[in-house]
């Protein structure tokens, strides 16, 4: 059985940092692309940001690029976001996603298996 289990959030004042972290078990961790999404209060579930299993490029959402950083392990099948800058709009719930595919990153529907998430708050 697929697991993806988020850990690191918190609460964090304007302008700080933190760094969530994504294990993965039970499936071939390199071969699956890894987002990142997050929902907040009354939306939708956004990408965050993704990065494939192909080559470690990266995808980031235009609300986040410049401040957040996707990067993967394989030896340690963990996924992380590192988020520096950190703003009030960023609180949220983040969750983590693994996909078999590498096009389409950002979409929700294009991931199989998802974490049970991780809150994120970011105080003014």
């Known amino acids: 059985q697929v697991q993806l289990v988020e850990s690191g959030g918190g609460l964090v004042q304007a302008g700080g940092s933190l760094r969530l972290s994504c294990a993965v078990s039970g499936h071939t961790f390199s071969a699956y692309a890894m987002g990142w999404f997050r929902q907040a209060p009354g939306k939708e579930r956004e990408i965050v940001g993704a990065i494939s299993w192909i080559d470690g490029s990266t995808y980031y959402a235009d609300s986040v690029k410049g401040r957040f950083t996707i990067a993967r392990d394989n030896s340690k099948n963990t996924v992380y976001l590192q988020m520096n800058s950190l703003k009030p709009e960023d609180t949220a719930v983040y969750y983590c996603?693994?996909?078999?595919?590498?096009?389409?990153?950002?979409?929700?529907?294009?991931?199989?298996?998802w974490g049970q998430g991780t809150q994120v708050t970011v105080s003014s």
């Open positions: 996603a693994a996909s078999p595919l590498n096009y389409g990153l950002r979409f929700p529907s294009h991931y199989d298996y």
